[in-house]
């Protein structure tokens, strides 16, 4: 693979950079002038542009964020709220923009209240990441003294406010529906649907667009370059770059943005400029293509591209753009149970096959971890998975709220289809067969 | 702060971590100000306070080790950590030490994968964790040799909102807000801490830190913020 993989950076391309979060750096390197650029179109040209670049939501679902702006209701108040909640196990890519480019994401952020006309903007950072609030409010504050924000934005016509809302620590408020009612001042609850969308309903049942924080931080560059240069790369709906967040079992962990469905996970992991490798030389066993609710991939799909539609097709997701790489030493079974343990902590608790598939799940994992299974616990479990989501398929049946409850099984139903005499295996020992886990001295980090 | 929202219930959060911020962790008497402050019960304050992990509705410990043990973690030795400090600190998760020095926490993912395993103290990030660069970060806390990096439990952002609400020209709901930030005194600070009288209230208050770390230090020429309602509330720090 050719080294121009790493490239062009997009998002990325202050990071490492002296004091990249203030704002002379930023100034210094084209920042603000997409947004200059967009106050001398109207805003319909502005979100025609978007539409054309053909981004699609970085946040996890993958929705086209054109479109996403044009079922925005036509009524004022209207309100963007940026999805700052980064939770999903093994992504980091979000928690990296917001400490090292924060004025992207105010920019971006900027752009696109101009081009739906939304007046209030609201920021929400997740709560733990107490340096990146410190950041992102340091660089609004010099935001407004440049004039960026406020009244008359740059000299022009447009007047916006933007208010940075730290939250509190629930994986849940990831969830744009889940995230309004905490917003609102509320327990962090995924409200009912229909209506389906917040563009109809949002905040204060106002129309309300939420957007991903790596999506929102390509606005400058799209506004900038134009949308043709963002849809030159990449291609089908799977355009622009990406930022992939690699963790795991792999030499170098970190995160890589890389032109859309051009690599494939084979190039990710073994590339030696990008993750170098499985470590120490062990054996791929398995990978997560895409946050812990994705189903597990084996070595058999080290082909398939980082494109959205090929992941789908493949019978994962491209998620939130995390991929954890687990070698041959690694447990399959404590792996799915931390998963189900995670989802048991954060479910909300509103809906019973969440709340108690969950929690049953994290018990009968340990079990079977800890080495008190059963050779039964195994239909046991894709029984209980079946309740949870019907059919135990992806994408999965919803028989939740949101989409929390039914990504329990993925991990847990995954791991019982690929290493099914692992865990036999642990019965028929009455323990864990694999070498607790190392610390990781020899890595070199990215 | 709640005048930077349409609806004053959206500041409860934000207002529960001042709360945080200068008792240590959210008190009875807090959830009670911010009841009052918001036109809310007590009740309701503390049923939305509980359901957030952040929150805590009991005294910690000076320092907040939170330990994330989920899967990028988990796979780089991050209970093999989690063992060595519950034996150096003779505390297990969700428990605090005898000398109310550390609180220790399971943590679900902190998003800093790419430097697994990771912790935090009091929300800020340790990266590259092992057990030896644990023994020596556990000597710098006790020792105090990380007053700038780490603040006290509870402080989430040290820069202050330099300016109220500008856009005159929004929707009819952002003037008002804006005319009611414009004309209102600095809602929740004084009111908190005025009341913050009792002696077991102030005995959790640690000193306040006043050097910011390095990266946050604002540019000489904007030291100089524009007055506003929220000003004042900078200028306490």
Redesign the interface.
């Known amino acids: 693979m050719s080294p121009s993989k790493l490239g062009p950076q997009i998002v990325t391309s202050r990071f490492g950079r002296a004091a990249s979060w203030t704002l002379e750096p930023y100034l210094a390197s084209g920042g603000y002038e997409g947004l200059r650029k967009a106050l001398s179109m109207s805003p319909e040209e502005v979100h025609q542009a978007v539409s054309n670049s053909s981004i699609l939501g970085r946040g996890g679902a993958g929705f086209d964020a054109g479109r996403k702006w044009g079922m925005l209701r036509k009524a004022q108040p209207a309100y963007l709220v940026v999805n700052g909640d980064e939770s999903e196990p093994a992504t980091f890519k979000d928690h990296a923009l917001i400490e090292a480019d924060p004025h992207q994401l105010i920019e971006g952020a900027l752009i696109c209240a101009y081009a739906i006309n939304a007046a209030r903007v609201f920021l929400f950072i997740r709560g733990e990441m107490a340096l990146g609030i410190e950041r992102v409010q340091a660089a609004l504050n010099e935001a407004y003294e440049y004039g960026a924000v406020g009244e008359r934005v740059f000299g022009s016509d447009f007047s916006v406010d933007v208010v940075v809302h730290p939250g509190a620590g629930a994986y849940i408020c990831g969830e744009e529906t889940a995230l309004l009612e905490s917003l609102e001042g509320k327990r962090g609850y995924p409200r009912i649907k229909p209506p389906y969308y917040p563009a109809a309903i949002g905040l204060y049942g106002a129309p309300t667009v939420v957007n991903n924080v790596e999506t929102l931080s390509n606005l400058p560059f799209i506004m900038r370059n134009g949308a043709e240069a963002f849809f030159s790369l990449g291609n089908g709906h799977s355009r622009g770059t990406k930022i992939m967040a690699l963790s795991g079992h792999v030499r170098r962990p970190g995160n890589y943005e890389l032109v859309f469905a051009d690599v494939t996970f084979r190039d990710l992991i073994y590339d030696p400029a990008l993750g170098g490798g499985v470590r120490e030389g062990r054996e791929l066993k398995a990978f997560i293509p895409g946050g812990v609710s994705a189903p597990w991939f084996g070595p058999e799909q080290l082909d398939v591209p980082l494109a959205n539609e090929k992941i789908a097709e493949a019978g994962s997701m491209a998620g939130s753009g995390a991929v954890t790489v687990m070698d041959e030493t690694a447990c399959p079974v404590r792996a799915a149970w931390r998963i189900s343990r995670f989802f048991h902590r954060e479910s909300c608790g509103q809906c019973t096959p969440c709340r108690e598939g969950s929690g049953w799940v994290d018990k009968v994992m340990r079990r079977i971890e800890d080495g008190y299974g059963r050779t039964e616990d195994l239909d046991l479990l894709l029984d209980i998975c079946d309740n949870i989501a019907p059919g135990v398929t992806w994408p999965p049946a919803q028989t939740t709220i949101c989409v929390l409850g039914p990504s329990i099984p993925s991990s847990v139903a995954w791991a019982i289809r690929m290493f099914r005499d692992d865990f036999l295996e642990h019965v028929k020992q009455g323990g864990c067969p694999f070498p607790p886990d190392r610390l990781p001295t020899s890595l070199a980090h990215a | 702060m709640v005048a ?4 004053k ?6 207002l ?2 001042l709360v945080q911020e200068q008792d240590g962790y959210v008190s009875p008497e807090g959830i009670e100000d911010v009841a009052e402050l ?1 036109g809310l019960t007590p009740a309701e304050v503390r ?2 306070a509980s ?5 805590h509705l009991e005294p910690v410990g000076r320092y907040l080790v ?1 330990v994330c ?4 973690c ?4 991050a ?3 989690l063992e060595h400090i519950e034996s150096t600190l003779d505390a297990h998760p969700g428990e605090t030490t005898a000398d109310e020095m550390f609180t220790l926490e399971e ?11 990771c912790l ?1 103290v ?4 340790f990266g ?1 964790m ?2 030896e660069r644990w023994d020596q970060l556990a000597e710098d806390l006790r020792a105090g040799r990380l007053a700038g990096e780490v603040p006290p439990h509870g ?9 109220g ?10 003037r008002r807000a ?1 005319r009611k930030a414009a004309t209102a005194p600095p809602p929740a600070w004084p009111d908190l801490n005025t009341q913050r009288t009792t002696p077991a209230a102030a005995s959790t208050v640690l000193p306040e830190v006043t050097s910011q ?1 390095e ?2 230090k ?2 000489e020429g ?1 030291k100089k ?2 007055g506003g309602p929220m000003h004042e509330e900078g200028s306490r720090q």
């Open positions: 930077l929202y349409p609806e219930r959206s500041s409860l959060i934000p529960l971590h918001l049923g939305t359901f957030y992990d952040m929150f939170a043990t989920n899967i990028a988990m796979l780089a030795g209970y093999e950590l943590a679900e993912c902190l998003a800093l994968c790419g430097n697994a395993p935090t009091n929300w800020r990030y590259d092992t057990p402080t989430l952002c040290r820069v202050r909102r330099s300016v609400l500008l856009a005159g020209g929004g929707p009819q709901e952002a804006s770390p990266g946050l604002q540019p904007l913020q524009p």
